[in-house]
């Protein structure tokens, strides 16, 4: 009888290798940077990890880096993203896979919590059914259907953009604060659509140039501070779901834009009928000229964000 090879237990207990010495600072957690732009261009620092795995972890490969844009959201798409063969069904790469992980969520000799997820800029990691966030420091059930879907085939990581560009302690042996989203250029003619959530104002990934006139067409309601008939959109609220106003019921010293859908100072939108309210279809524009180079910052003005709920959608069209 054929004697059985069984899988060496060190090699898959192996764990990556620094090319630099650390400083002794850290970074902080990684924010969560979500894509929000259509790059599929792998990144350096995403290269470097994936280079990093394949040669640290034997027989592991490289599922894929990037995606043609689709619409749907994924790191995938901005090129930040790696997706690593390392299959948690298999005996030998669930080993590897428990100990990158064991690795990368372990503290240092400094107690710094989390040191290697810190000094990478990993943003979230899903793997076998289950996502692990920056943002929420534990495990989470991951809703998906099938070995691919539910990542058990493969390990999902996500960087932020400073571990995506490579500009982390891990390469460079310098600590620096989190790197913004490169910020996009709306070509003439180019439509751009994102979505803004009460709770939180996305970082801006597009910039507006000097005498540039845009459209915006914003769609979508949401519910604010937890009670089940407060709904606002982007510039009207609801406090018992029937009648809308433009003023917010808290608004006592005339409309300061609360529960608005604000974009960089303005907060002012019109209907098709030009007036009001959109009650039904919450559908709203505005074509803005801009005068100085700035920023597209989007944000909704609820100071009781997290009781609130839902998204607007926004879409951007340069007209000139």
């Given at each position: 009888m054929?004697?059985?090879?069984h899988a060496d237990p060190r090699r898959a207990?192996?764990?990556?290798h620094a090319p630099v010495v650390f400083p002794s600072e850290i970074e902080v957690m990684p924010p969560y940077q979500p894509q929000s732009f259509c790059d599929p261009v792998a990144k350096p620092g995403t290269l470097a990890l994936a280079h990093l795995l394949t040669a640290t972890y034997?027989?592991?490969?490289?599922?894929?880096?990037?995606?043609?844009?689709?619409?749907?959201?994924?790191?995938?798409?901005?090129?930040?993203?790696?997706?690593?063969g390392v299959d948690h069904r298999n005996v030998h790469m669930r080993a590897q896979g428990k100990?990158?992980?064991?690795?990368?969520f372990a503290d240092d000799a400094n107690g710094d919590q989390y040191a290697m997820v810190r000094r990478l800029g990993v943003m979230y990691v899903i793997w076998n059914k289950r996502i692990w966030g920056s943002y929420s420091q534990h495990w989470e059930p991951y809703d998906c259907s099938g070995p691919t879907d539910c990542h058990i085939d493969h390990m999902h990581i996500s960087l932020d953009w400073s571990g995506a560009m490579k500009k982390t302690s891990f390469w460079s042996g310098k600590v620096r604060e989190p790197m913004s989203p490169p910020l996009q250029t709306i070509k003439v003619g180019q439509t751009v659509t994102t979505t803004v959530s009460p709770r939180y104002a996305p970082e801006p990934a597009y910039r507006l140039v000097k005498g540039g006139r845009y459209s915006f067409t914003v769609t979508g309601s949401y519910n604010y501070d937890g009670q089940r008939h407060h709904r606002a959109d982007a510039e009207c609220s609801t406090t018992d779901g029937k009648h809308w106003h433009q003023q917010a019921a808290a608004e006592d010293t005339g409309k300061i834009g609360l529960l608005d859908l604000w974009v960089n100072d303005m907060h002012a939108w019109k209907t098709s009928a030009k007036t009001g309210c959109a009650k039904v279809h919450h559908n709203y524009t505005r074509t803005i000229k801009v005068g100085h180079r700035t920023p597209?910052?989007?944000s909704i003005h609820d100071?009781?964000?997290?009781?609130?709920?839902?998204?607007?959608?926004?879409?951007?069209?340069?007209?000139?």
């Open positions: 054929r004697e059985r090879r207990s192996l764990v990556p034997s027989a592991t490969s490289i599922v894929s880096l990037t995606r043609a844009c689709d619409g749907s959201r994924s790191e995938h798409y901005d090129g930040r993203a790696i997706d690593w100990a990158f992980l064991a690795w990368l597209l910052a989007l100071p009781d964000q997290w009781g609130a709920d839902g998204q607007l959608k926004v879409t951007v069209r340069r007209l000139h």
